[in-house]
């Protein structure tokens, strides 16, 4: 079974400043996605940002990134220029590479507070 | 439409009372995922519908936890007798079709949050 790990119950980060969002994984597959959500306090889910197993460019979005690091299976979130609307909890989740029925494994998330 | 709706945005159940909670999901998606969501914590995935065929419910707690999808569009969670250990925030989300086709990201509704007192 897939387990996804965020060691981070909470983080905090200066407005404007960047900060970074751990994430473990632990998987047999060799093909596979990863996303980072985020819940602001509305509880709507957002997807961020995805990465698929097969590429090693990491994937960016604006101001989000990852490192995507497949061998150490470490997937962290890099969000630059923090704002206050970034304040939210971030999940970070696995998919196996299926034909169908895939579903997200989650991680516990981890609550980044933007300060201004 | 915009987005996937869940209703209702809050149920207050008596304990041993049977809740139903509704999703409609995008236009034109044909997978429909359920995730329970408890306080503090990541979804779990509960069931998993294509079209209208239900092709994953390893997820449900128990045989008191029932899903459909009759017409391959809005799709229904059913809780019979429900316990306090089912108050949580019950998440659906869609996408478009599998991995052939691409469209394999999943969208959230807002969650129904789930109360049995």
């Known amino acids: 079974a897939q387990t996804v790990t965020q060691s981070q119950p909470e983080m905090s980060v200066q407005e404007a400043e960047t900060v970074t969002l751990s994430c473990t994984y632990d998987t047999s597959e060799s093909n596979y996605y990863l996303f980072w959500y985020k819940q602001p306090p509305s509880r709507q889910m957002i997807l961020v940002i995805r990465?698929?197993?097969?590429?090693?460019q990491n994937a960016t979005e604006n101001r989000f990134s990852v490192n995507f690091q497949k061998a150490a299976k470490s997937f962290s979130l890099k969000i630059s220029d923090s704002q206050l609307g970034d304040t939210a909890m971030y999940f970070c989740a696995f998919m196996k590479q299926r034909e169908y029925g895939n579903k997200l494994v989650f991680g516990a998330g981890t609550i980044l507070r933007v300060k201004s | 439409g915009a987005g996937v709706s869940q209703s209702p945005r809050y149920k207050v159940a008596k304990r041993g009372q049977d809740v139903a909670l509704r999703c409609d999901p995008i236009?034109?998606?044909?997978?429909l995922f359920w995730y329970q969501q408890a306080l503090g914590q990541g979804p779990e995935f509960l069931t998993y519908?294509?079209?209208?065929?239900?092709?994953?419910k390893s997820g449900l707690p128990s045989d008191r936890f029932f899903a459909e999808r009759p017409e391959g569009s809005v799709s229904t969670l059913k809780i019979q007798r429900t316990q306090q250990e089912d108050s949580a925030v019950y998440l659906c989300?869609?996408?478009?079709?599998?991995?052939?086709?691409?469209?394999?990201?999943?969208?959230f509704g807002p969650g129904t949050r789930l109360t049995v007192t």
């Open positions: 989300a869609s996408s478009f079709q599998g991995l052939a086709g691409g469209g394999y990201e999943q969208y």
């Open positions: 990465q698929e197993a097969y590429k090693q």
């Open positions: 236009s034109g998606h044909v997978s």
């Open positions: 519908f294509q079209n209208e065929a239900q092709l994953d």
